[in-house]
C-alpha cells in the first residue's frame, strides 16, 4: 500500500492531532507543511514521543507487534508495551485504565459502552475448526467436512460425542476430546456463536488457556478438537498449515460432502475465503482497538496511522484488511 498523502484540510488536522501528542511537530515541519501541502503526515509528526501500552486478544497480538515495531521506526522516540492475556483483560484493563489501547477481537458490548468504551475496526480475519492430523477418521472429515449442525451437537448440546457420529459410521467408537478457552477469548464467542450458543460460557469441553496452548493440546490429542485464529493456524513464513493439525471443511453449503471452496490448505485459500465473505461470519470476525473514550494525542494518531498507512502489514501477517468504506468509516469515528 503506497503512504497516503494529505490535502490542506487533513494536514492542519494531523498538525493539531501531532501538536496534543506527547511530542509536538518541530517548528521545521510547521513551515514545510505550510509551503507543501503534500507533506506526510510522518513528516509532521517526526518528534512524537511517549508510551502506548496496549493489552488483549491473542489473535490481535501478533499484528500488534508489527504495528508497534514498524511505528517505532517511524518514531524512534515512541516505545510500546504490548501484552496478550486475552480479549477479555484487554477491556478490563482499558475500563480500568491501565493501558491506553485494549485489542478486543469481538463485539463491543453495550455495557461496555455504558463504561466509557470507544472503539474501532481495524482488520479482520477468523477462527476456524482445528482437529489433529492423526485424527482416526480424518480421511472421511476431509471428504465429507462437518456441517453447523454437528458442531452444535459437539460444542453446545453435547448430544454428539463419538467421532463415528461425526462421520455416520456407528462402529467407530472413539470419543471426541472437545476443547475450548479456558480464558475469556474473542474467539471463543465467535465459535459460541456459530455453533448456536450466544456466549463463550455456552461451550462445553475442557478448558485450555490461550491460544497457544489450544493448539497445542489439539495436535497432541488424535481424538481432540478445537478452534483457533487464522493467523495462528498457519506458518506465516510459508503459508503452510502448522504441521500437526488440520482444518475440517465446514460443508457450508450442506450438501454431505466438502467441495473445493470449503477446503482450506494453505493460508491462501483461508485468507481469501474471508476477504470475499464466503466464509461464514461468525466465525469470521472484525478485530477492534479499544478505549476508555475517545483516543487523543499519542494514542489518536497511533490509531489514526494504524487504518492507513498500517493497513499495509496485514496481509503478510496472516490478517485481511478493511475495505475502502470499512477504513473510511473507522476513521470518521475518531473524527
Known amino acids: 500500500m503506497k503512504k497516503q498523502f494529505l490535502t490542506w484540510a487533513s494536514v492542519f488536522l494531523a498538525l493539531a492531532v501531532a501538536l496534543s ?20 503526515v510522518e513528516a509532521m509528526q517526526d518528534t512524537l514521543s511517549g508510551t502506548i501500552s496496549v493489552s488483549g486478544a491473542f489473535a490481535l497480538y501478533p499484528m500488534m507487534t508489527v504495528w508497534a515495531d514498524e511505528f517505532h521506526k517511524l518514531h524512534p522516540d515512541v516505545e510500546f508495551d504490548v501484552q496478550g492475556g ?65 458442531f452444535s451437537k459437539i460444542y453446545i448440546t453435547g448430544e454428539i460425542t463419538t467421532w463415528g457420529q461425526v462421520v455416520g ?12 478457552r479456558s480464558d475469556s477469548a474473542g474467539a471463543a464467542e465467535q465459535w459460541a ?9 455456552d461451550l462445553k469441553g475442557i478448558g485450555v488457556n490461550g491460544e497457544p496452548s489450544i493448539l497445542d493440546t489439539v495436535i ?66 472484525f478485530e477492534n482497538l479499544a478505549t476508555l473514550g475517545k483516543p487523543e494525542g499519542l494514542t489518536l494518531a497511533f490509531i489514526e496511522w494504524i487504518l492507513t498507512d498500517g493497513q499495509q502489514y496485514l496481509e503478510s501477517a496472516g490478517y485481511v484488511p478493511l475495505t475502502p468504506e470499512q477504513q473510511a468509516e473507522s476513521l470518521a469515528k475518531l473524527k
Open 220 to 285: 497432541k490429542d488424535p481424538l481432540g478438537i478445537g478452534y483457533g485464529n487464522l493467523n495462528s493456524i498457519f506458518d506465516l513464513s510459508n503459508g503452510n498449515m502448522v504441521p500437526g493439525i488440520i482444518i475440517p471443511p465446514i460443508d457450508i453449503d450442506k450438501n454431505g460432502q466438502a467441495d473445493a471452496a470449503e477446503i482450506y490448505n494453505v493460508k491462501e485459500d483461508a485468507f481469501n475465503a474471508v476477504a470475499n465473505g464466503a466464509y461464514p461470519s461468525p466465525p469470521a470476525r
Open 169 to 180: 459410521d456407528p462402529a467407530i467408537t472413539d470419543e471426541i476430546h472437545v476443547f475450548t
Open 21 to 40: 501528542a506527547c511530542g509536538t511537530a518541530t517548528p521545521a515541519a510547521t513551515a514545510a507543511s505550510e509551503s507543501d501541502p503534500g507533506i506526510s
Open 193 to 201: 456463536k456459530f455453533a448456536g450458543g450466544t456466549a463463550q460460557e
Open 86 to 150: 486475552g480479549a477479555g483483560k484487554g477491556m478490563t484493563d482499558t475500563i480500568a485504565g491501565a493501558v491506553d489501547i485494549g485489542m478486543i477481537s469481538r463485539t463491543i458490548k453495550d455495557e461496555e459502552t455504558a463504561q466509557g468504551i470507544f472503539w474501532v475496526s481495524v482488520t479482520k480475519d477468523a477462527v476456524f475448526p482445528i482437529i489433529s492430523s492423526e485424527n482416526p477418521v480424518a480421511e472421511q472429515i476431509l471428504a465429507k467436512g462437518i456441517s453447523q449442525e454437528i
